[in-house]
């Protein structure tokens, strides 16, 4: 049913007329108003207002087909590492911005064209579409009941408990093989996650110039990061060894320390604490120099290394943990041990 | 004669004549004698040093102290170095509005020729860093890529991956890098200003420093070149989702009311 097919009895000044189709009475007291009168647009009435929507619609499809053109032009003709200078976006890439805005204007416009074509040449006319009842008949029904219970008989599966048995057995058994994949997320971590890479002995190197560091390279209100001796970034474990190795060195007034045991474990002021927050283990190292607080930009946790590295703020629920450090023969900084305690978050048995 | 002569000792005569031999001595002494002392007092350096300690005691005693020794408003600059001060005024850093833990960046007020006399008095009153060369700072030999793994690893926790700064307690921030002059970069690290840690060329070296420089001019500088188009402040998920949420989404709902938008009804004549 288009809206051109009902014309003259639709327009609003017939429609007024119809008024309500139910009037209130004492089983309904709502009266049922109807549907309110159809308007018709310019577009049903005019010809001339209904052939430039039409226009303007096929401008729209034909400014995809251009663009789509115009995309794979650019995918030809574009150096993929041209830039230029568009005015609020600054330097970027010719080839993207190219792919881009033709990938956009061309399916940008398909819909455009689409929504403008339903709103101004399809039928806006309101129908009514009643509910009926989702139940089958009951012709239907008893002969879908009647089909399952013969194929039943003809199955035999009452009839021979052995089948049905095995059957069952076998479907019983086969989800078993999914849940066995789930050991795959094993196995359980033992005890790696309560020692790392530090021992007695091991040399701290600076991450920066590869070299062993001495005391005096470590000026007070300066931040080093070092890793342990003898581990290479080419190595296939760094990743995994410095996720809980990573150290920061840095240098306080040993005046200015707090915490007696923090003192003890030091170097002349020189302090090693772990890099890992003990919230969930982002590498924190946002240090500020005149406070002595490290904080971490995950979770704002922040702690005072002047002070056993004590939280005083954020959800961190213990101080970052301290390495024992020391000087060698040759005078140059070493660790004393391994940490005291497991780096990083908490975990279920860390105690 | 008699009269004559007696006329011509007038009493003040004596007072006369030894002003004018003050004179004569202090103008010799000051034309002859000193000169040759004054030779060895006379560099460029110390006439610089002289300079600076007048602009010092101007500017910068309220709160450093008569001689550099600090005050509670200010620390102590003795073994500071020629670097931070060229730093901390060349910024406009210095002089402070007020004494706190975060400076902002400001007008330059002093000329460069002033900040140079004030870093010789500064240097003068102990050993400390000097004012980088261009040689030191400059791009040539530096290793960008280098560079970027240096500035991720010692920098970019504060100052973000390309620069851009961000945020620190209490309302502290690390600035963002755009526009910093390269000297000033390697100032800072050097120095260490306000709460920034300092990376003395013990534990991050010249040529760390110089690469380290380059990779913020090739990511952060006038012409550095963004692929994707909009950085959107280059802070990351943050101002990316932000974006997202209000200009896609509200692109998407002004496409919605226009989709469902009454349409234009034909009147009847």
């Given at each position: 049913?288009s809206?051109?097919?009902i014309?003259e009895?639709?327009l609003p000044?017939e429609?007024?007329?119809?008024?309500?189709?139910?009037?209130?009475?004492d089983?309904?007291?709502f009266?049922?108003?109807?549907?309110?009168?159809?308007?018709?647009?310019?577009?049903?009435?005019d010809?001339?207002?209904?052939?430039?929507?039409?226009?303007?619609?096929?401008?729209?499809?034909?400014?995809?087909?251009?663009?789509?053109?115009?995309f794979?032009?650019?995918?030809?003709?574009i150096?993929?590492?041209?830039?230029?200078?568009?005015?609020?976006?600054?330097?970027?890439?010719?080839?993207?911005?190219?792919?881009?805005?033709?990938?956009?204007?061309?399916?940008?416009?398909?819909?455009?064209?689409?929504?403008?074509?339903?709103?101004?040449?399809?039928?806006?006319?309101?129908?009514?579409?009643?509910?009926?009842?989702?139940?089958?008949?009951?012709?239907?029904?008893?002969?879908v009941?009647?089909?399952?219970?013969?194929?039943?008989?003809?199955?035999?599966?009452?009839?021979?408990?052995?089948?049905r048995?095995?059957m069952?057995?076998?479907?019983?058994?086969?989800p078993?093989?999914?849940?066995?994949?789930?050991?795959?997320?094993?196995?359980l971590?033992?005890?790696?996650l309560?020692?790392?890479l530090?021992?007695?002995?091991?040399?701290?190197?600076?991450?920066?110039t590869?070299?062993?560091?001495r005391?005096?390279?470590?000026?007070?209100?300066?931040?080093?990061?070092?890793?342990?001796?003898?581990l290479?970034?080419?190595d296939?474990?760094?990743?995994?060894?410095?996720?809980k190795?990573?150290?920061?060195?840095?240098?306080?007034?040993?005046?200015n320390?707090?915490?007696?045991?923090?003192?003890?474990?030091?170097y002349?002021?020189?302090?090693?604490?772990?890099k890992?927050?003990t919230?969930?283990?982002?590498?924190?190292?946002?240090?500020?120099q005149?406070?002595?607080?490290?904080?971490?930009?995950?979770?704002?946790?922040?702690f005072?290394?002047?002070?056993?590295?004590?939280?005083?703020?954020?959800p961190?629920?213990?101080?970052?943990?301290?390495?024992?450090?020391g000087?060698?023969?040759?005078?140059?900084?070493?660790a004393?041990?391994?940490?005291?305690?497991?780096?990083?978050?908490?975990?279920?048995?860390?105690g | 004669?008699?009269?004559?002569?007696?006329?011509?000792?007038?009493?003040?005569?004596?007072v006369?004549?030894?002003?004018?031999?003050?004179?004569?001595?202090?103008?010799?002494?000051a034309?002859?004698?000193?000169?040759?002392?004054?030779?060895?007092?006379?560099?460029?350096q110390?006439?610089?040093?002289?300079e600076?300690?007048?602009?010092?005691?101007?500017?910068?005693?309220?709160?450093?102290?008569?001689?550099?020794?600090?005050?509670?408003?200010?620390?102590?600059l003795?073994?500071v170095?020629?670097?931070?001060?060229?730093?901390?005024?060349?910024?406009?850093?210095?002089?402070?509005?007020?004494?706190?833990?975060?400076?902002?960046?400001?007008?330059?007020?002093?000329t460069?020729?002033?900040?140079?006399?004030?870093?010789?008095?500064?240097?003068?009153?102990g050993?400390g860093?000097?004012?980088?060369?261009?040689?030191?700072?400059?791009?040539?030999?530096?290793d960008?890529?280098?560079g970027?793994?240096?500035?991720?690893?010692?920098?970019?926790?504060?100052?973000?991956?390309?620069?851009k700064g961000?945020?620190?307690t209490?309302?502290?921030?690390?600035?963002?890098?755009?526009?910093?002059?390269?000297?000033?970069?390697?100032?800072?690290?050097?120095t260490?200003?306000?709460?920034?840690p300092?990376?003395?060329?013990?534990?991050?070296?010249?040529?760390?420093?110089?690469?380290?420089?380059?990779?913020?001019?090739?990511?952060?500088?006038?012409?550095?070149?963004?692929?994707?188009?909009?950085?959107?402040?280059?802070?990351g998920p943050?101002?990316?989702?932000?974006?997202?949420?209000?200009?896609?989404?509200?692109?998407?709902?002004?496409v919605?009311?226009w989709?469902?938008?009454?349409?234009?009804?034909?009147?009847?004549?």
């Amino acid at each position: 049913m288009s809206s051109q097919d009902i014309p003259e009895e639709n327009l609003p000044a017939e429609q007024d007329a119809h008024g309500a189709v139910s009037v209130a009475d004492d089983k309904d007291p709502f009266a049922d108003p109807g549907l309110p009168p159809h308007e018709h647009r310019i577009q049903d009435i005019d010809e001339r207002a209904a052939k430039r929507s039409e226009r303007v619609v096929a401008m729209l499809f034909t400014v995809s087909m251009l663009a789509t053109v115009g995309f794979i032009a650019s995918y030809v003709g574009i150096p993929h590492d041209k830039a230029i200078y568009v005015f609020p976006i600054g330097h970027i890439n010719a080839l993207n911005f190219a792919l881009g805005l033709t990938l956009g204007v061309a399916l940008f416009t398909i819909g455009a064209g689409a929504v403008h074509w339903a709103r101004t040449l399809m039928s806006d006319v309101e129908i009514a579409d009643e509910r009926h009842p989702i139940e089958a008949s009951p012709e239907v029904k008893a002969k879908v009941m009647a089909d399952f219970k013969q194929g039943a008989k003809e199955s035999a599966l009452g009839r021979r408990k052995l089948i049905r048995n095995t059957m069952f057995g076998a479907l019983a058994l086969f989800p078993l093989s999914g849940v066995m994949l789930l050991r795959d997320l094993g196995p359980l971590p033992g005890t790696k996650l309560r020692h790392t890479l530090w021992s007695k002995g091991k040399l701290l190197v600076n991450m920066n110039t590869n070299e062993p560091l001495r005391p005096s390279d470590v000026a007070v209100g300066s931040l080093t990061f070092v890793k342990p001796e003898g581990l290479e970034e080419k190595d296939e474990d760094f990743q995994t060894q410095i996720a809980k190795a990573a150290l920061m060195i840095v240098r306080l007034q040993p005046e200015n320390i707090k915490d007696k045991r923090e003192l003890d474990w030091s170097y002349e002021g020189i302090v090693a604490f772990s890099k890992i927050c003990t919230h969930v283990g982002c590498p924190i190292s946002l240090y500020e120099q005149q406070t002595h607080h490290v904080l971490c930009p995950c979770h704002q946790s922040t702690f005072d290394l002047s002070d056993g590295a004590r939280v005083i703020f954020g959800p961190a629920g213990h101080a970052l943990p301290q390495l024992r450090i020391g000087v060698n023969d040759e005078g140059y900084l070493e660790a004393l041990g391994d940490f005291e305690e497991p780096v990083g978050p908490a975990f279920w048995e860390r105690g | 004669m008699k009269k004559l002569s007696a006329r011509r000792r007038h009493p003040l005569a004596a007072v006369v004549v030894l002003l004018l031999a003050l004179a004569a001595t202090g103008g010799l002494y000051a034309t002859l004698a000193p000169a040759s002392q004054a030779k060895a007092d006379d560099t460029a350096q110390s006439l610089a040093i002289d300079e600076g300690k007048k602009l010092y005691s101007v500017g910068c005693a309220t709160c450093h102290g008569t001689g550099g020794q600090g005050s509670s408003d200010g620390p102590s600059l003795v073994g500071v170095g020629a670097a931070a001060v060229d730093f901390q005024v060349g910024t406009g850093r210095m002089p402070a509005q007020q004494p706190g833990a975060q400076i902002p960046r400001k007008k330059v007020i002093y000329t460069q020729a002033q900040i140079d006399q004030l870093a010789a008095y500064i240097a003068s009153l102990g050993a400390g860093p000097s004012i980088p060369t261009k040689a030191e700072y400059g791009p040539d030999g530096a290793d960008i890529a280098k560079g970027g793994e240096l500035f991720r690893t010692n920098c970019a926790q504060c100052h973000n991956f390309t620069g851009k700064g961000g945020a620190l307690t209490h309302g502290k921030f690390a600035p963002s890098l755009e526009g910093v002059a390269p000297k000033h970069i390697y100032e800072a690290m050097q120095t260490g200003p306000q709460n920034m840690p300092s990376f003395p060329d013990t534990t991050l070296t010249e040529q760390n420093k110089k690469d380290i420089i380059a990779y913020l001019n090739a990511v952060n500088g006038g012409n550095t070149e963004s692929p994707g188009g909009l950085e959107l402040g280059g802070l990351g998920p943050v101002s990316e989702g932000l974006f997202a949420w209000i200009f896609g989404l509200g692109a998407l709902i002004a496409v919605a009311v226009w989709v469902a938008a009454r349409t234009a009804k034909a009147k009847k004549s």
